[in-house]
């Protein structure tokens, strides 16, 4: 019987190493951002030497990160998108260099179908999935975050405020991360999405959707490295409590 190897690595330096097959990259974690950590840790620069493909936010947590084919488009609470340079930092970002395992399509289907389509398709659900669904939406529902101020709120006061943006009959690709349940506190367990229209004029954290017709591509990652801030800005964060409720709030 063949074995799958899982690496789960915590690193504490940023720029170590470079982009490795079947490999997520995430810098910080999910519960640090829920907590107000929005200082930028690692450029944008950096962050590509780990992958092309990825999801994240900016300083300051200005604006929704999507990385496709090797590019980096930062999506501000104006609802357009931009092209951050690469010594713009990054709080919270997740990538990996994506080199597909599987593909299929994927028709007539809302978030919560597409997920249970990908989750029937790759029935471990033990394992790290980098996802991209290329096609046509009847609708689709996204949402984004504007630059905060010191002292940071946490982040589920932000979305409280958040700019919700909707589109219909509009071509573009989803980009994101299948995480596994006991990952929690990391990541969003689940799938996690960003959109990017095939204009570049629309996108942001995906809130719903109507897919008409589409492609799914998925890459099997069988490695996680975590790297964590040089700084202190972890310091003083109790990260051992249950911030589930936070997310649901910031998610939906």
């Not at 942001?204 to 700084?231: M, V, W």
Request: proline share 5%; charged share 20%; aromatic share 10%.
């Amino acid at each position: 019987m063949k074995k799958i190897l899982f690496v789960f690595v915590l690193v504490f330096c940023s720029g170590c190493l470079p982009a490795a097959k079947n490999q997520i990259t995430q810098t910080s974690t999910i519960d640090a951002l829920l907590a107000g950590t929005y200082d930028g840790q690692m450029t944008c620069q950096q962050l590509l030497a780990y992958g092309n493909l990825g999801i994240g936010t900016f300083d300051k947590l200005d604006g929704e990160m999507t990385i496709l084919q090797g590019k980096i488009y930062q999506i501000k609470s104006d609802g357009k998108v931009y092209r951050p340079a690469l010594s713009t930092k990054t709080p919270f970002a997740t990538v990996c260099n994506f080199q597909p395992d599987e593909q299929f399509p994927i028709q007539s289907a809302d978030f919560k179908t597409a997920e249970s389509i990908i989750n029937k398709k790759v029935s471990n659900q033990n394992i790290f999935l980098a996802v991209e669904i290329s096609g046509t939406f009847k609708h689709i529902k996204v949402r984004s975050v504007p630059a905060q101020q010191k002292p940071y709120p946490p982040l589920a006061e932000v979305a409280k405020t958040q700019p919700v943006f909707e589109m219909n009959d509009v071509r573009g690709t989803i980009v994101g991360f299948r995480t596994p349940a006991f990952a929690k506190g990391l990541n969003v367990t689940g799938c996690h999405f960003h959109f990017l229209s095939g204009n570049f004029t629309f996108g942001g954290h995906i809130l719903d959707f109507e897919l008409e017709t589409g492609k799914c591509r998925i890459d099997k990652c069988s490695k996680f490295l975590l790297i964590l801030p040089e700084d202190d800005s972890l310091k003083n964060i109790d990260l051992s409590k249950d911030k589930s409720k936070d997310l649901q709030k910031v998610e939906k």
